[in-house]
């Protein structure tokens, strides 16, 4: 490989530049070569519409892969929860690395937790995913919530709570962490109350298929645990034949006995957003040593969700 610079392709929002510069830095390592940010506008930053309306799948990654295509980049960075599950021929997903907190967490008004926020309490979020789950658990708790749907960057998120216009805003953990506004997190969501979406607190680092040199190079930032785990995530989605914006969440996590590794679990939900019907089930199996195995894990985990009825009860299905 040369020493010229190599350009990788962003998305302009304040985390999408932090997360990508933290990549650069690590490629910029391996490769021994200066790494520049191309920022790339992407149909899901400039539309104000629910991301259920305009698609879901891809709208933060078109833009993104077109410039991959076209040579005007030479890798992208994206959220791997963005990416659609079926992976073009001409791209390759060269490294996925060490994944971030895939929780979601809370911020609040008067730092409360979830569970102390008062009779009424707005909640914000975009994602029919947390809606179904928040509103399932508050049905099963006796909880008095209502969801609002928002979007928007994390300051205006968060802005709607400092303003009094909501009690409170659900974000990911991993975004927060990465631009260092952790410590506004007033209550981090346990797994067990909201499964998060596939792929979440993983980033996708993607290029052409055609260069070699360069797959190599990525592919030390790589994390075969992460990557695994994903892969089994998005495999369940795929095969529910599910957008990135549908009421899907799933997480898969490694079981050990003490320090060894023993297997891995794959958990599954499906909702409609007022909670009045979730499907959730789970799955253990070997730790995923190839990218088949992965997907075996996600297909027979959907296929038992199909079963028990998930079909129904998401609103928006892949085109």
């Known amino acids: 490989m040369s020493d010229k610079a190599l350009r990788l392709g962003t998305r302009r929002s304040k985390l999408a530049m932090a997360q990508s510069g933290q990549v650069a830095e690590a490629v910029s390592q391996v490769t021994g070569r200066p790494v520049e940010l191309v920022e790339i506008t992407t149909y899901g930053d400039v539309s104000r519409e629910a991301l259920a309306q305009i698609g879901g799948t891809g709208v933060f990654v078109t833009a993104l892969r077109d410039a991959l295509l076209r040579g005007e980049v030479d890798f992208a960075v994206h959220s791997l929860k963005d990416l659609p599950t079926t992976q073009p021929a001409e791209l390759v997903l060269a490294a996925v690395p060490v994944r971030e907190d895939p929780r979601d967490v809370i911020v609040a008004k008067d730092a409360l937790k979830f569970t102390d926020l008062p009779r009424g309490a707005r909640i914000g979020t975009g994602s029919p995913r947390r809606m179904a789950q928040l509103n399932a658990y508050a049905r099963t708790h006796g909880l008095d919530i209502e969801c609002v749907a928002i979007r928007g960057n994390v300051d205006t998120r968060i802005g709607y709570v400092r303003s009094g216009e909501l009690d409170a ?16 997190v007033t209550d981090f969501l346990s797994v067990d109350t909201v499964l998060p979406a596939p792929g ?10 055609d260069n070699a040199d360069l797959i190599a190079a990525l592919g030390e930032l790589d994390d075969p645990f992460t990557r695994a785990a994903v892969t089994a ?27 060894i590794v023993k297997e891995m679990r794959l958990r599954g939900v499906v909702g409609t957003t ?6 959730q089930l789970s799955t253990t199996g070997p730790v995923p040593q190839t990218h088949d ?11 038992r969700m ?10 928006e299905r892949a085109q």
């Open 200 to 209: 979440q607190g993983a980033l996708a680092i993607e290029c052409t298929a």
């Open 233 to 259: 995530e998005r495999s369940l989605l795929a095969a529910l034949e599910a957008g990135c914006s549908a009421p899907v969440g799933a997480l898969a996590d490694l079981l050990a006995d003490g320090q």
């Open 293 to 303: 195995q992965a997907v075996a894990l996600g297909r027979d985990l959907a296929a």
């Open 274 to 279: 007022d909670g009045t019907s979730l499907v």
């Open 169 to 184: 805003v659900v974000l990911a953990a991993a975004g927060l962490n990465r631009i260092g506004r952790s410590e506004e």
């Open 306 to 315: 199909l079963a028990q009825g998930a079909a129904g009860l998401m609103g």
